[in-house]
C-alpha cells in the first residue's frame, strides 16, 4: 500500500489511474469503514482512502481534541483489505494558507439535524471533500448512511458543481446488539455503552411502530421520545428524507422518511438513523 502525504504526489498518482473508488475518513477505522472499502474495492481499479482529522468541521475544540487517532493501526488494517494508496496529508498540506473563508452552504439543509446544532460543521465538510475530490479524482466516492445529512449535502455539491464523480451512499454498519458503529463509541464506559443501546432499540421500535400507526404521528413522536428518556437528546423525529423537513403530516406527504437521533451519552454525542419506506 502505497502512503502519499503531498497533494502533489496525490494528484501525479490520480493522473495515471482514471477508475479510482475513494473512502474519505478522518480514521480510527472500524468494521463501518471497512465496509466502504469494501464495496470501493468491488466497484473500481484502484481504491484509495485518506486520513485526515479535518480541524474546520469541528465546531468544538475539546471534541477536536478529543478524536481518536490511531494511525499505524489504521493502515494495518487497510493494507489488510487490499487498499492501493492511503493518503494522509497534514494540516499545512490541507490548509496552507488557513482554513479557507470560503464557506458552501445550503441554507435550508444545513439548517436541520445535525447542522441546526454544530454550527459550522457541515461548512467545513464540504469544503475538505471538495479538496479531497480535487485531489483524489476518484470516479466513485463511498460514505456511510449513519452520517445521512453529510451523504445528502456531498451528493448535492457534487451534483450542482458538476464534480465527476458518483457519490454512493453505504448502509449504516452495527455491533451485533445494535449499537451504531462509530469512532466515538470508544470514549463510553462499559454502563455509557448499553446505555447508548437506547438509541438504536428506540429507533428501531419506531421503524416497526411506523407501519402499524402510520396515521398516528404525534402517537409514534411521544414514544420516540418515551423510548430514549433519560438520555440528552438534541432532536429526535420523523424527517422526509430528501429534505430532511419534520414530517407534520403522513397523509400529505409520502415520502421516503428518515427517523433520526442525536443524543448525548457521557457528554459523547452520537448520532443514528433508520430509512423507513
Ligand atoms: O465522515 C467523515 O469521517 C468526515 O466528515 C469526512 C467525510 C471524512 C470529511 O472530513
Not at 502525504?5 to 472500524?30: N, Q, S
Not at 467545513?124 to 451523504?151: E, T
Not at 457519490?167 to 449499537?179: A, K, N
Request: with cysteine.
Amino acid at each position: 500500500m502505497r502512503i502519499i502525504e503531498t497533494k502533489a504526489e496525490m494528484l501525479a498518482y490520480a493522473a495515471a489511474d482514471h477508475d479510482i473508488g475513494f473512502v474519505p475518513t478522518m480514521g480510527y477505522l472500524h468494521e463501518g469503514h471497512l465496509s466502504l472499502v469494501r464495496r470501493a474495492k468491488a466497484e473500481n481499479k484502484k481504491v484509495v482512502v485518506s486520513i485526515f482529522v479535518n480541524p474546520a468541521q469541528f465546531n468544538d475544540p475539546a471534541d477536536f481534541e478529543k478524536y481518536p487517532v490511531d494511525i499505524a493501526h489504521d493502515a494495518g488494517l487497510l493494507k489488510a483489505e487490499g487498499v492501493d494508496a492511503l493518503f494522509l496529508p497534514s494540516r499545512q498540506e490541507v490548509y496552507p494558507h488557513g482554513v479557507p473563508l470560503l464557506t458552501l452552504r445550503y441554507e435550508a439543509l444545513m439548517g436541520r439535524l445535525c447542522g441546526a446544532f454544530r454550527p459550522g460543521h457541515f461548512e467545513g465538510v464540504l469544503l475538505i471533500v471538495h479538496n479531497l475530490f480535487m485531489w483524489v479524482k476518484p470516479a466513485r466516492a463511498y460514505f456511510g448512511l449513519k452520517d445521512y445529512q453529510q451523504y445528502l449535502l456531498i451528493q448535492k455539491m457534487a451534483r450542482d458543481l458538476e464534480l465527476p464523480v458518483d457519490v454512493v451512499g453505504c448502509p449504516l454498519v452495527r455491533e451485533s446488539d445494535g449499537l451504531a458503529l462509530s469512532s466515538r463509541n470508544v470514549r463510553l464506559s462499559a454502563t455509557g455503552r448499553k446505555e447508548a443501546l437506547k438509541i438504536s432499540q428506540a429507533l428501531l421500535k419506531a421503524k416497526r411502530d411506523f407501519s402499524r400507526y402510520t396515521q398516528n404521528l404525534p402517537f409514534l413522536k411521544k414514544q420516540l421520545t418515551t423510548d430514549l428518556a433519560p438520555l440528552q437528546v438534541e432532536y429526535a423525529s420523523f424527517y422526509d428524507a430528501h429534505t430532511l423537513e419534520e414530517i407534520e403530516d403522513f397523509s400529505k406527504v409520502k415520502p421516503q422518511v428518515l427517523i433520526a437521533v442525536a443524543a448525548f451519552v457521557e457528554g459523547v454525542r452520537l448520532i443514528d438513523n433508520v430509512l423507513v419506506t
